[in-house]
Structures are given as C-alpha cells and as structure tokens.
C-alpha cells in the first residue's frame, strides 16, 4: 500500500513569510496527526484530525499556525507569518480511525524541512 | 505530566555485538509504549509497541523491547548489531483510559553507531 505523502520536501523561506505543507495519509485511515520536530528533539504533535474534526491542537500556536482537512482525506498545515523558531521538519503521520483507543501505531510520511532566513 | 527521558545521546557499537537503547517513561496510568527509528531525510518507521501482556515483545529487524512497570523503563536490544542498525531512534508514549487521544510524547532520540 502506499504510505503517507508529504509535499514539499524542503522549503526555504524569509521571516514573516507564508508557507502550506501538504499531506495525504494512508487511504482508509481516518485520523492524521501533524508533528514538528525540531533539530535534536523528538517530534511534538501540533494538531490530530479524526476524519474532518480536530481532536487535539491543544500545542498549535493559533496566532501563526492553522490546519484544515476539508474532505476529511487529505490536510494542509500552514504557518503565517513564519518565524526563525519555526525551522523544523514537519511531519505527518496516519493511523485507523479510533486507533489510538487501542494503541495501534502511527504511519509517518517523509516530512517537509522548513528553513525560515 | 507525560514525559519520556532516553539518557544517551549516542550509542556506540561494534557489530556482532549485543545492543541496548534506553527509555524511561512518567505518565500515569498504564501506558502504550513505542519504539520508531529515523533514517536520514526520511520520516519514523515503527519498529515495535507494548500494549499489555508479555513484558518481551519483538518487533521488524530482529528488535525487541522490554517493558519494566517497576522501573518505568522500555528498552530495545537487538542481540547482534549490523552496521545497517545505524540510525536515530526514538521511544514514544501515549496513555490509555477515556482521556487518551492518542497523542504520542516522544524521547528526544538516541543515536545508534554500529560500527564494522
């Protein structure tokens, strides 16, 4: 099957700019989460979608990051205006719906590496 | 709070030889506990997860992981490295109970250097 699909690879851009991160997950799973890790840290969850309904965004900084899965498929994640501390890779990742209830785990798609000048 | 400790930074090992990757978890409640490894420029790959029963569970790549409730621990070995082992290695958790959303809290990763 295929895995999750991440777009762009790698983005570089300037403070106060804008940048979208795409993502598609695995056909069939219902939730998708959006993590970023920073150089040297493990990766923290900005926010989890259960089909088109958040379940967590409780760590998304809302004054600058947002994320929408319409259609409950595929999501973005954006961040505007972006700020040094915002250089990251950033990762999504899918699992079967409810899956968490009993600890089945996360597929990860490559990440984006986001450089902010 | 949740939190996850991996005390080494870097492992180093010759190959052949037995390996071990620490983690220590604090999260209350019993947990679910996971074991993923990052290749360069590439996302986390499972390798393995304790959800209940046997202490021992074996995962992709000759892998296995202990879990210890009395110690708090989940370690992985592998009992002869390859140098194709090299990589980061992350242990995460997550809670269960009518609170858990699934939310995995990482360790900050340990290195793994196999060398021939």
């Known amino acids: 099957e295929a895995g999750v699909a991440q777009s762009p690879r790698y983005k570089i851009i300037e403070k106060r700019q804008s940048v979208a991160f795409w993502c598609n997950p695995i056909?069939?799973?219902?939730?998708l989460y959006w993590y970023q890790q920073i150089l040297g840290q493990g990766p923290k969850l900005l926010i989890q979608?259960?089909?088109?309904?958040?379940?967590?965004d409780s760590q998304l900084p809302k004054d600058r990051f947002s994320a929408e899965r319409l259609k409950g498929v595929d999501s973005t994640l954006k961040i505007q205006p972006a700020k040094l501390e915002d250089s990251a890779v950033y990762l999504c990742?899918?699992?079967?719906?409810?899956?968490?209830?009993?600890?089945?785990?996360?597929?990860f798609g490559p990440g984006t590496r986001l450089t902010v000048t | 709070a949740q939190s996850v400790a991996q005390p080494e930074d870097q492992v180093n090992v010759a190959e052949g030889n037995p390996l071990t990757v620490k983690c220590t978890y604090s999260?209350?409640?019993?947990?679910?506990l996971f074991w993923y490894v990052q290749y360069p420029n590439r996302g986390l790959q499972f390798l393995l997860k304790?959800?209940?029963?046997?202490?021992l569970v074996k995962g992709s790549y000759g892998f296995e992981a202990e879990f210890n409730k009395s110690q708090t621990s989940f370690h992985l070995k592998k009992p002869s490295a390859l140098v194709s082992d090299s990589a980061l290695y992350f242990c995460?958790?997550?809670?269960?109970?009518?609170?858990?959303?699934?939310?995995?809290?990482f360790g900050q990763g340990t290195t793994l250097q196999v060398k021939p």
């Open positions: 979608f259960q089909n088109n309904g958040v379940v967590d």
């Open positions: 999260v209350s409640g019993n947990p679910y």
């Open positions: 990742a899918s699992s079967l719906e409810g899956g968490w209830q009993i600890g089945v785990e996360q597929y």
């Open positions: 304790y959800i209940t029963g046997d202490n």
């Open positions: 995460a958790v997550s809670k269960t109970g009518s609170s858990n959303t699934g939310k995995l809290i």
């Open positions: 056909s069939g799973h219902a939730t």
